[in-house]
């Protein structure tokens, strides 16, 4: 299976500061069609997940623009360029390049 | 405005079955690919099993193979997990997510397995 590896575990952030959260896996997801199936999701304290990120960079409809995915192979990167106050949660990536899906452990960003 | 709503959990004692449904509220759900995906307290997301459009494809982690069967009703817009055998390290809160992304989730449903 594809390890997925989250990092920092945990994430103090000031308001209005920039948060960067780093996800490694243990293969390349590039797919043999070309694309990377890297995918990026908030879970907020008490709610289901919620999808921010698909294929690397491409964010989902309604999710601010202060949320950018980057990266390649196998460093990918979520960026909160200023971190508010309703970004508190969980940030987990997923790949589904290679079977089975596999998510990170995830990312507590909390504010200081 | 909630799209995917699963039902059919519960306390259950070790060894017994359980069925949980996803019903999608709005979309033509035989479109997509659908996953079920569980998160035990306190701890991440597993990933559990997807199922195609016309139900003649599915995947699950191998470590549920033979006790989970997972199945779609595309005419009820509904999405089904058999789960049979349960153990307590299956006690989760139990999510469908629409698409080979998982662009959309349900609120989830929780299943207890314990005596």
């Known amino acids: 299976d594809v390890v997925m590896t989250q990092s920092p575990l945990s994430l103090p952030v000031t308001l209005g500061q920039p948060a960067s959260i780093s996800c490694t896996s243990s293969q390349s997801l590039v797919h043999s069609d070309g694309n990377t199936y890297l995918n990026w999701f908030q879970q907020r304290p008490g709610q289901s997940p919620r999808r921010l990120i698909y294929?690397?960079?491409n964010r989902d409809s309604g999710v601010p623009d202060r949320f950018s995915g980057s990266g390649s192979g196998t460093d990918f990167t979520l960026k909160i360029s200023r971190v508010e106050a309703e970004d508190v949660g969980v940030y987990y990536c997923m790949q589904r390049t290679h079977w089975p899906l596999t998510f990170g452990g995830g990312t507590k960003v909390e504010i200081k | 405005e909630v799209q995917l709503v699963e039902s059919g959990g519960g306390l259950v004692q070790p060894g017994g079955s359980l069925r949980l449904s996803c019903a999608d509220s709005?979309?033509?759900?035989?479109?997509?690919?659908m996953n079920w995906a569980r998160q035990a307290p306190g701890k991440g997301l597993e990933w559990v099993a997807n199922i195609n459009q016309d139900g003649s494809e599915s995947y699950f982690v191998d470590s549920l193979k033979g006790r989970f069967t997972i199945s779609r009703d595309n005419a009820k817009k509904s999405l089904y997990l058999q789960m049979n055998g349960l153990r307590a390290e299956d006690t989760a809160v139990y999510y469908c997510?629409?698409?080979?992304?998982?662009?959309?989730w349900g609120q989830g449903t929780t299943v207890i397995v314990s005596s």
């Open positions: 294929h690397v960079s």
């Open positions: 709005r979309f033509n759900s035989s479109l997509y690919w």
């Open positions: 997510a629409r698409g080979r992304d998982m662009a959309v």
